[in-house]
């Protein structure tokens, strides 16, 4: 989700989608197969580039937290690597009568409840239900 380009990066002068200054404002860790120096960008975000896996990235993610909670975001791919490895506390999905096309699914080759995750909370806004998940 980082950039368009698949496989080596093409060159040094991408930065992500959000031009200077990314929303995110704290370490943010990139999982990627080819090595990248981290990018320094306006607001606290520094992109670090992670090839060692998911377990790799969250150690990190964790140290760089001080204790604080980690947020794991990405494609569907992503997710479903976390949430198989039973990594994810608490999962926030927010489901909204909107058509987006073809998409991937989140829950694909997943038995959430096998895994230990189990629905704690829901609630219904105007335009979407949001869905609490997380481990027992």
């Known amino acids: ?5 698949r496989g080596t990066w093409p060159d040094d002068g991408w930065k992500g989608w959000w031009g200077d200054n990314p929303p995110y404002h704290a370490p943010t860790f990139i999982l990627t197969h080819h090595p990248r120096e981290p990018i320094e960008m306006e607001g606290g975000t520094v992109f ?5 896996g998911i377990e790799d990235a969250l150690d990190q993610a964790k140290a760089a937290a001080g204790g604080r ?7 569907a791919a992503t997710v479903r690597q ?4 039973c ?9 909204s009568p909107v058509l987006l096309g073809g998409g991937e699914p989140l829950f694909a080759g997943l038995d959430l409840p ?3 995750y189990r629905v704690f909370q829901r609630q219904e806004g105007e335009g979407a239900t949001h869905f609490m998940v997380g481990r027992r």
């Not at 990594?87 to 489901?95: P, S, T, Y």
């Open 1 to 5: 989700m980082f950039a368009p380009s």
């Open 48 to 52: 670090h580039f992670v090839t060692g």
């Open 69 to 75: 909670d980690v947020k794991i975001g990405g494609g």
């Open 82 to 85: 976390y949430l198989k490895a």
């Open 87 to 95: 990594l994810i506390d608490e999962l926030h999905i927010v489901v």
């Open 114 to 116: 096998a895994l230990g």
